[in-house]
């Protein structure tokens, strides 16, 4: 039975990683006709930050159909709360993509390649291999192998859904087995992104 779980795991790793190398060949063959090397971007809604995306280099492809952005040495992107400002979420990988299609006027975004997902309200955190941003359904998923941990527990399995922000990730096909985290009801959990103040000694 352990056998063939792990065979599984190794199939779906391998099936997502391989479609995404094959389009990303094929994308990279034409001629990019815009270069950015550090690139930072900041989305603000009513004054307040709302998104911002930082990159080690974007390349912009066109065509008459297509609009492509790529971020061949990875991405993070972090997502701040509406109301207050707050740093929630931080996305990272080591590669990802921005396809818009022109005719169809819809846009999709893929992250790929040790995708992590961390809600630093919440001290959650998702691994899979490949991610993608639904803007318009304000939603991320996966169909992939995916782990989550947090400090009261421990999940993987198949497949996630989620709103963009973290907030209520659920994996699809859940294993049967678990893990359960001890928490101290006295620890005070500091969120470090948001703090402002001395640090506590340890």
Not at 41 to 61: D, H
Not at 64 to 86: N, S
Not at 118 to 136: F, G, P, S
Not at 170 to 189: A, H
Request: glycine fraction near 6%; charged fraction near 30%; include cysteine.
């Amino acid at each position: 039975m352990m056998m063939a779980t792990a065979a599984a795991v190794a199939f779906v790793v391998y099936s997502c990683k391989g479609k995404l190398s094959e389009a990303e060949k094929l994308d990279l063959e034409r001629v990019p006709v815009q270069s950015v090397e550090n690139m930072f971007f900041v989305q603000t809604e009513n004054g307040i930050v709302k998104t911002r995306i930082e990159a080690p280099l974007m390349e912009r492809y066109d065509s008459d159909t297509l609009a492509l952005e790529l971020f061949p040495k990875g991405v993070k992107v972090y997502g701040y709360e509406a109301e207050t400002g707050k740093l929630e979420t931080i996305i990272t990988a080591d590669a990802a993509r921005h396809d818009q299609f022109k005719r169809k006027g819809e846009e999709k975004w893929s992250a790929y390649g040790n995708a992590v997902v961390r809600n630093v309200i919440k001290q959650e955190r998702m691994d899979t291999d490949t991610l993608y941003w639904d803007r318009a359904a304000h939603e991320i998923y996966t169909h992939c192998y995916v782990k989550m941990s947090s400090p009261k527990g421990y999940m993987q399995g198949y497949g996630m859904r989620s709103d963009e922000m973290a907030r209520n990730a659920i994996i699809l096909k859940p294993f049967d087995s678990y893990g359960l985290m001890k928490e101290d009801s006295t620890k005070v959990m500091i969120d470090s992104a948001n703090f402002i103040g001395p640090l506590l000694k340890k």
